[in-house]
């Protein structure tokens, strides 16, 4: 079981870099749908025996992080017509490296902590670390909003992947929590896409500067 | 019983102005149910804290468990928490009365509302401090008390200088809120429980007790106004409406006092700089608090200084209580906290009715300035007669409250002087008492001023000169408060007895081992000599009433001295009556004067301009701050723009914090 989710976190710390690497909108949203049917199925794995409730929350993940918001990341792309590059304030192969530094110590870091038995084995603290981090770079070094909404997305996977760990000792309010703090932060950010592109014309969050007082 | 009546009474206006609230802004209901509200929950909230002070009910408590954390939801009352019921319920009643004329639904259409929610809030908040027996519920109704009188304040938002004394009474408001968090927090440290009131302290050592003290007497002398914490004071009391100035120092200072008295009560045997650090800020207050109030041009400001100046007198009387404790002189407490307490209850009746006569003339004439009023007394002879009572009765003068308050704290401090049984007690005591003597003359030099230049001579303005009394909705909180500072004048030994009991809640060992407070002071032969001087007033009053009646009257100019031609800005004015002792204090006032004399041949066109900033915080607390804020604007250029540096600052924050809790 152990090894199974070691290697589906494995395939999530690549797809970090993959998102931190690519130049297109199209592939950054694709990468984010993956990682997303990836987290949908590690609920399954964590639990031991069978049980309603983490067959649920996977299959809301999956639905959610795995199509809806992708589809809904797709269509704002096709009706805003964005045009379909990603422009980065650092380098795409600058931020992969700082990707890469962060992995590596997030892996560091984790190992430093006094975690349960039962977690250490796993990648899940580093591979969370990653992904949180991941986010925040995606955050800081894109310049489109809808960049940011990705951004955004990854770190709650990140969250998630934490959630994972408390899964067994608070699974309801950990999960839904993580689920509507996620649906709702791309609501907000989707209204404001929706502005932006209605009243300047334009989704570069550069043109948000003018709100400094 | 008389606590759920309270209760009852708290709730009922808590909600008074939610009706009004609720109602189309244009409708003169909302008014209409606030005040009748206001005074239905008045009548069974003084009938409940009356059986607490008469002794017709025991001391009672409730404690109710609460989905809070630490929480417990804890009220009671006793005869003190009884006797500070009293003032808010009946200036909270005769304000709403007088907010009907004074703050018209049709003629404050944007305002109105929200000023009678948050004067029902207020109220019930200060209900619920003096109600608190738990720290927790005591916190968040001093913050409920805070925020309402904040916006009470913040009432006329529109004038900037409005902003700006609710700005500053905000933070003021704040520091002393953080000061309790400070004290309540030692005091669940020492006692090891969040209950209060009594409040054991223990085995504690001496320097908690003693920060217990200061963070105390800091956070509740904030609000109470004692100087040098004074800062949002006059600012606050000016700006808002007269009838919340008169609920901000009748009622809300004494949420303040009630604090300090019930920290003073702390230690069954104080040290005796606690005693002492009362009756100097007392003492400074005092007579600082008046100086600064003669000095005033604007006349609320000046009764806003006179309730720093009565704010002093009463810490004056809670320290000689106190020495008194800590000497093992029950007779000392006895006068001071009976005087101090009796002060209380008398400066929430003369300071409203006060201020409510401000009201009535600024209502009529739109200017708060001294200087372009003059001749009042002629257009408005019932605010006049109204106004004078109030005088008589703040200066302490005889035959009314203010004397028998006054009297008993001079009676105790100079027991002490005279007789300090060899402690070092005396000094303090000696010192105080001159203090005392000296407030009092200030005082009525004060209010000479003030009587004087508004309301004798011929009006200054034509503002003045139009001014007419208001309509009855206003007068009778006036009448009502005046008669109230009468009895209480004629009949101080009633009075001191309703106090006696709160009295005996806060020290009943001393109580129990005193002499009779008339065996103290002949509180009788005050009482009948006062009734007579009373008797006397009227009947000369009556006299005077009736000669003008029966005989005929010329009406001529005053002789002017061979002028050919006088006018009405050529008399004395307020700050000329009042120069000699604003020169007298100026090493404390500082006053700042503009003069441009006559020079030369064809001189220039003469004037002449002066200001009194407040020390501490025109000249102090204000220039620090901006002095801090320059340094602070260094840091605005962290402030850039981009969201992405925002977000780069988050992630810098989460690695520090990672990093340190590694490390």
């Known amino acids: ?213 | 019983m008389s606590l759920w009546l309270i209760l009852t009474a708290l709730g009922l206006m808590a909600i008074s102005g939610l009706p009004g609230a609720l109602l189309a802004r244009a409708s003169p209901a909302g008014q209409w149910t606030a005040a009748v509200l206001n005074v239905c929950a008045s009548i069974l909230g003084g009938v409940g804290a009356f059986a607490q002070l008469l002794g017709f009910d025991e001391p009672q408590a409730i404690h109710a468990s609460w989905a809070l954390p630490n929480g417990r939801f804890a009220v009671g009352v006793d005869a003190l928490s009884a006797l500070f019921l009293l003032p808010m319920l009946l200036v909270s009643a005769l304000g709403s009365i007088f907010g009907l004329a004074y703050w018209k639904q049709s003629e404050h259409l944007r305002t109105g509302g929200r000023l009678r929610l948050s004067w029902g809030i207020l109220t019930a908040g200060m209900m619920l401090v003096v109600l608190a027996r738990d720290s927790i519920v005591f916190l968040m109704a001093w913050e409920i008390m805070a925020l309402a009188g904040f916006f009470l304040v913040a009432t006329e938002d529109a004038k900037p200088e409005v902003r700006r004394a609710a700005f500053v009474y905000l933070v003021a408001t704040h520091v002393g809120t953080l000061c309790l968090f400070a004290f309540f927090g030692l005091l669940r440290f020492a006692s090891g429980t969040f209950d209060i009131w009594p409040a054991t302290l223990g085995e504690a050592p001496s320097w908690l007790a003693g920060a217990l003290f200061i963070t105390g007497v800091i956070g509740f002398g904030l609000k109470a106004g004692l100087m040098p914490l004074h800062v949002w004071l006059p600012g606050a009391h000016a700006n808002a409406p007269s009838h919340v100035s008169a609920l901000l120092s009748g009622v809300l200072l004494k949420a303040g006092i009630y604090g300090i008295v019930r920290v003073a009560g702390l230690l069954p045997d104080p040290p005796s700089w606690w005693g002492a650090t009362l009756l100097i800020a007392g003492s400074a207050s005092g007579i600082l608090g008046i100086a600064y109030a003669v000095a005033q041009h604007d006349f609320k400001r000046l009764l806003a200084y006179s309730s720093i100046e009565n704010m002093g007198i009463i810490a004056m009387g809670i320290g000689l209580a106190m020495l008194g404790r800590t000497a093992g002189h029950p007779e000392w407490v006895v006068l001071g906290l009976t005087g101090s307490l009796l002060h209380v209850l008398n400066h929430s009746l003369f300071k409203p009715l006060l201020f409510f006569a401000a009201g009535s003339i600024l209502h009529a004439a739109h200017t708060r300035e001294i200087d372009s009023l003059g001749g009042l007394a002629k257009t408005m002879p019932r605010t006049f007669a109204a106004f004078v009572v109030g005088a008589i009765a703040i200066c302490g003068l005889p035959p009314l409250n203010g004397f028998a308050s006054e009297i008993l704290i001079y009676a105790g401090l100079l027991r002490t002087a005279a007789g300090g049984g060899g402690s070092e007690q005396w000094v303090w005591a000696a010192l105080a008492a001159v203090a005392l003597a000296a407030i009092g003359a200030l005082a009525v030099g004060c209010f000479v001023k003030l009587l004087g230049a508004v309301f004798a001579g011929a009006p200054r303005s034509p503002r003045a000169e139009h001014a007419r009394d208001p309509g009855a909705a206003m007068l009778a909180p006036l009448a009502c408060l005046a008669l109230f500072c009468a009895v209480i004048g004629v009949a101080p030994a009633a009075a001191a007895g309703v106090v006696a009991s709160a009295v005996a809640a806060w020290d009943p060992a001393a109580h129990a081992a005193s002499d009779s407070l008339e065996a103290l002071l002949p509180l009788s032969a005050i009482a009948a000599i006062e009734a007579l001087l009373l008797g006397a007033c009227l009947a000369a009053g009556l006299a005077i009433y009736r000669w003008r009646r029966i005989r005929s009257w010329i009406r001529v100019p005053t002789w002017d001295c061979g002028y050919l031609r006088t006018s009405a800005r050529m008399q004395y004015s307020g700050s000329s009556f009042g120069q000699a002792l604003t020169l007298l204090f100026g090493w404390a006032l500082l006053p700042r004067r503009r003069v441009i004399a006559f020079e030369g041949p064809f001189p220039r066109p003469a004037s002449f301009a002066s200001e009194i900033p407040d020390a501490v915080l025109d000249r102090g607390l204000l220039p620090l701050c901006a002095r801090g804020a320059r340094l602070m604007a260094r840091a605005r250029k962290l402030q850039r723009g981009p969201v992405q540096v925002y977000l780069v600052y988050v992630l810098g924050a989460l690695l520090a914090l990672l990093l340190f809790s590694e490390w």
Do not use: W
């Open chain 1, 1 to 213: 079981m152990i090894s199974s989710i070691n290697a589906l976190l494995v395939v999530v710390l690549l797809l970090n870099l993959y998102l931190l690497g690519t130049s297109r909108i199209r592939a950054l949203i694709h990468g984010a749908a993956i990682q997303g049917i990836l987290l949908g199925c590690m609920p399954l794995l964590f639990y031991e025996r069978f049980a309603p409730l983490p067959i649920v929350i996977a299959l809301a993940t999956l639905v959610l992080k795995g199509s809806v918001i992708p589809g809904m990341l797709l269509k704002a792309l096709r009706d805003a017509q964005i045009k379909r590059e990603v422009e980065p304030l650092i380098g795409l192969v600058p931020t992969m490296l700082l990707g890469a530094l962060g992995t590596g110590a997030s892996i560091a870091f984790a190992t430093r902590l006094s975690l349960a038995p039962e977690h250490a084995e796993t990648l899940v603290v580093p591979a969370a670390f990653s992904t949180v981090l991941t986010g925040f770079l995606l955050l800081t070094s894109r310049i489109k909003a809808i960049s940011q909404v990705i951004g955004y997305l990854i770190l709650e996977n990140g969250i998630f992947i934490f959630g994972m760990l408390l899964l067994e000792a608070m699974p309801f309010v950990v999960e839904l929590g993580v689920l509507l703090d996620l649906f709702v932060g791309i609501f907000v950010v989707s209204i404001i896409i929706h502005h932006i592109s209605r009243e300047f014309a334009s989704l570069d969050t550069r043109r948000l500067t003018s709100l400094k007082e």
